[in-house]
């Protein structure tokens, strides 16, 4: 962590481990450093990026909470943080605009996972980190899928294990709408509507309110290299004469339509254990990487509940097909 930390203060970028997938790493307050996560990425510079704080009382330094607001989002980082919600707020001068893509607004959580905090105090600074993967691309959930995604580009990632929930974080923009605070849902995640809506009315984001350049909200994102199928019912599915098929399964059982409809090359269960969705979350992103390295024509998915935390799971499958949500 001492090296992280070190090369951080240099001016460089590492790939840290959060609960929710591996991040890459730079100081925020540091503009030419993270100029370097866009460059890494390819990420184009209209998609800002996700800043993480050591603890609750370093808000003040990125964002300006405004009055009407304070009593809403005491309550969700009372809540959720250290956690998966990420708060979209007014942004401080001090948060540079290449982190923020030139929004008014800068998007903020603090991990659970003790090394992202624990870099972050030993810095001193926030640090924006984004996805560590080449932007477009699936989520890296551990050490080596990082190594896949960026070995070479990147002097250090730091082996914090697997991420235990596996996708990535909720967004929301708190704001307000009609004279009542809302939460605008930017990207579905571990902190599900559910969660949200005992604090405040959730909705989906519309023109001109709590709307950005978000590529939680670009048509394709997390998306393999091999061609992703989502189909409304089991009997939508034809195969094509010489191709090959990989299914991803909820819980590989028959009932569903999918198991007995082809003669899958490869299956990969998302939930082969206990059959619930915290399990196929954790799991989405490690079979979509050996799925689309299986050599396949084309990946088959199931589609899921999209109750609670299957809103997340479901989002991630349709933009890995490149269907909007
Ligand atoms: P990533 O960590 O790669 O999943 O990307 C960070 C996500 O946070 C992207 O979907 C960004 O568009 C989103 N984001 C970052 N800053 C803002 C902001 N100010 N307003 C809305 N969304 C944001
Ligand atoms: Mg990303």
Not at 178 to 196: C, F, H, I, Q, S
Not at 228 to 243: A, I, S
Request: neutral net charge.
């Amino acid at each position: 962590m001492a090296v992280a930390v070190e090369e951080l203060k240099a001016g460089g970028v590492v790939a840290l481990p959060t609960e929710t997938v591996y991040g890459l790493a730079a100081d925020a307050f540091n503009a030419e450093a993270v100029a370097k996560i866009f460059e890494v990425k390819k990420r184009p510079s209209f998609d800002p990026l996700i800043v993480h704080l050591a603890r609750a009382k370093d808000l003040a330094k990125v964002a300006v909470v405004p009055e009407e607001l304070q009593d809403l989002v005491k309550k969700l980082t009372k809540e959720f943080w250290p956690g998966p919600l990420t708060l979209v707020l007014p942004k401080t001068e001090a948060v540079p605009d290449i982190v923020t893509s030139g929004l008014p607004t800068v998007a903020v959580r603090i991990s659970k996972h003790e090394v992202m905090r624990g870099v972050a105090k030993e810095l001193g600074n926030p640090i924006a980190a984004p996805s560590a993967n080449i932007f477009g691309r699936i989520s890296p959930t551990s050490a080596s899928a990082v190594l896949a995604e960026l070995g070479g580009r990147i002097p250090l990632v730091v082996d914090g294990g697997a991420c235990g929930e596996g996708i990535e974080s909720t967004i929301v923009a708190v704001d307000m709408d009609g004279g009542k605070p809302v939460l605008w849902m930017l990207r579905p995640g571990p902190v599900t509507r559910e969660d949200l809506r005992k604090f405040a009315r959730v909705a989906k984001p519309k023109e001109g309110k709590g709307q950005v350049a978000a590529p939680g909200q670009l048509e394709s994102h997390y998306a393999p290299r091999t061609p992703l199928l989502l189909f409304e019912k089991p009997e939508d599915f034809v195969p094509e004469e010489g191709k090959t098929y990989g299914l991803l399964s909820y819980r590989g059982e028959e009932k569903d339509g999918y198991v007995g409809r082809h003669e899958w090359a490869v299956t990969e269960i998302m939930s082969p254990g206990s059959g619930k969705m915290s399990e196929a979350a954790v799991r989405l992103f490690h079979l979509l990487r050996k799925l689309d390295e299986s050599g396949v024509d084309a990946i088959v998915a199931e589609p899921v509940s999209t109750a609670r935390l299957g809103a997340a799971v479901m989002d991630r499958l349709r933009k890995a097909a490149g269907s909007a949500s």
